[in-house]
């Protein structure tokens, strides 16, 4: 989103992606230091600000994929995709292992695909093959869910990584070690072997857990995907601000959905994890939009 670049050549894009992760890292290490409590607030700015707005394009982008812009999909596609929302929240507080398992491989199969289609533009490449998109998206998420502050999360969902060695950064260890093995191995083919770099310095050297993503989440995949969705579904470059004001409905009516789930988990009436589950079942419904394993279309 930053950068003259951005919407029109995907070298620049990549360029961008790799120098604000930098700069996000550089930033969140002297917040720690000399201004911790603004570690929260400039994650949820960013999530807000570009993350959100990311997903909440899916009932635009989703009629014109299908070849009806703004028609009666728009009208059939908001209903639906709330309900979605609802339905992976109930499957989370019923089955948290599995729904998390879930997660955690359709997240990373979406955030590895849009970077790869990136670099398909950038080397005027063939499709990416979905393996490919799978293994760069479990190498850019393992350092980041590994971390030790991360790994109190996974247990509240039921999954266990205690190693009982007695070394808490080992499982960040071999995660990082295996993300940069693979990383290498596609960067041979993809040449985004940089991307992976990036993820396992915002895992090693960003202090607060929801910064390191909020940083990975819209400074490399949200502005990434903004671009390969304008370029190939949308062709408004040109027209970004027009385009993004388009979202703020949306953005507006998850917000205050989160927020209503927010104050009732501050208030007791719900657990932190049921929270959470709202959190990350908000995303599912927009990777099936977007990788076209749903529609709403009507006619």
Do not use: C
């Not at 994929?65 to 309900?83: C, K, N, T």
């Not at 808490?168 to 995660?175: F, H, I, Q």
């Amino acid at each position: 989103m930053i950068g003259a670049g951005t919407f029109k050549n995907a070298v620049k894009v990549r360029r961008w992606t790799l120098g604000l992760l930098a700069a996000g890292a550089l930033m969140s290490e002297a917040l720690w230091h000399w201004a911790p409590d603004l570690q929260l607030p400039l994650a949820i700015v960013l999530i807000a600000v570009i993350g959100i707005q990311h997903g909440a394009l899916d009932h635009i982008l989703h009629s014109h994929m299908h070849g009806d812009p703004e028609g009666p999909l728009r009208q059939s596609f908001v209903l639906p995709y709330i309900a979605g929302i609802g339905v992976a929240w109930v499957a989370f507080e019923t089955a948290p292992e599995l729904m998390l398992g879930v997660f955690l491989l359709v997240s990373a199969y979406h955030f590895g695909m849009s970077h790869l289609r990136v670099d398909a533009m950038r080397g005027k490449r063939p499709s990416p093959d979905h393996l490919s998109g799978l293994t760069l998206g479990l190498s850019l998420l393992a350092p980041l869910v590994t971390r030790p502050d991360a790994i109190g999360v996974l247990q509240d969902f039921g999954w266990h990584l205690d190693t009982g060695f007695g070394d808490k950064l080992l499982p960040l260890k071999l995660a990082s070690g295996a993300a940069l093995f693979l990383g290498l191995v596609l960067n041979r083919t993809w040449r985004n072997g940089m991307l992976v770099v990036a993820s396992v310095l915002l895992a090693w050297l960003v202090r607060d857990l929801l910064l390191a993503f909020a940083l990975y989440f819209a400074l490399g995949h949200s502005r990434e995907a903004f671009f390969e969705e304008f370029q190939h579904r949308q062709s408004v470059a040109r027209a970004f601000p027009q385009f993004y004001v388009k979202s703020l409905p949306l953005s507006f009516a998850f917000a205050a959905m989160a927020g209503v789930i927010l104050w009732l988990a501050s208030d007791g009436v719900l657990r932190e994890r049921a929270a959470l589950s709202f959190l990350l079942a908000g995303t599912l419904p927009h990777i099936a939009v977007l990788e076209g394993w749903v529609t709403a279309r009507t006619r």
